[in-house]
């Protein structure tokens, strides 16, 4: 009895102490196709880049996207909490690629039929939108837990 009980500890114990690093969300873990592998996120929003990021996308992306409602195409409200960094980057830098070859690129361009068009933006630009993407969720996030507090 006692050597069940160990044996019971250890593999719990060893259950327990899996690998946490790996995201929550499984799309999360999907970096697309194209030029972006990695992006370094830090905690703080760089609030310069998240500007250029919202002019670069007001002057790019709003004629198919809004953020808060679909529209041509996905709303993109809290698309940093539903796809990698490098997805979003790669989608924006490789959307016809991406909608030939990533499964959730695919996915889209099936529920919305228009394929989203290459607007020969550059990988900086492409990170200033993310930044953009992060600051607005970021802010809808808060504007939830403050409600929630009420």
């Known amino acids: 009895m006692k050597k069940i009980n160990v044996i019971m500890f250890a593999v719990l114990l060893f259950i327990s102490?899996?690998?946490?690093?790996?995201?929550?969300?499984?799309?999360?873990?999907?970096?697309?196709?194209?030029?972006?592998?990695?992006?370094?996120?830090?905690?703080n929003i760089d609030t310069k880049?998240?500007?250029?990021?919202?002019?670069?996308?007001?002057?790019?992306?709003?004629?198919?996207?809004?953020?808060?409602?679909?529209?041509?195409?996905p709303s993109l409200e809290q698309i940093t909490e539903r796809r990698s960094p490098e997805w979003i980057m790669n989608m924006i830098l490789n959307p016809e690629v991406m909608v030939k070859e990533n499964p959730i690129a695919k996915e889209l361009l099936m529920e919305y039929i228009a394929p989203m068009a290459n607007q020969s933006l550059s990988a900086q630009e492409a990170r200033n939108i993310l930044?953009?993407?992060?600051?607005?969720?970021?802010?809808?996030?808060?504007k939830i837990l403050k409600e929630e507090v009420k």
């Open 17 to 43: 102490c899996g690998d946490n690093s790996a995201p929550t969300n499984p799309l999360m873990s999907d970096k697309g196709i194209g030029p972006i592998t990695n992006v370094k996120i830090y905690d």
């Open 49 to 73: 880049m998240a500007s250029m990021g919202e002019i670069a996308f007001n002057q790019n992306c709003v004629s198919c996207h809004k953020m808060d409602k679909k529209f041509i195409g």
């Open 131 to 142: 930044e953009y993407f992060r600051q607005y969720d970021e802010t809808i996030k808060n």
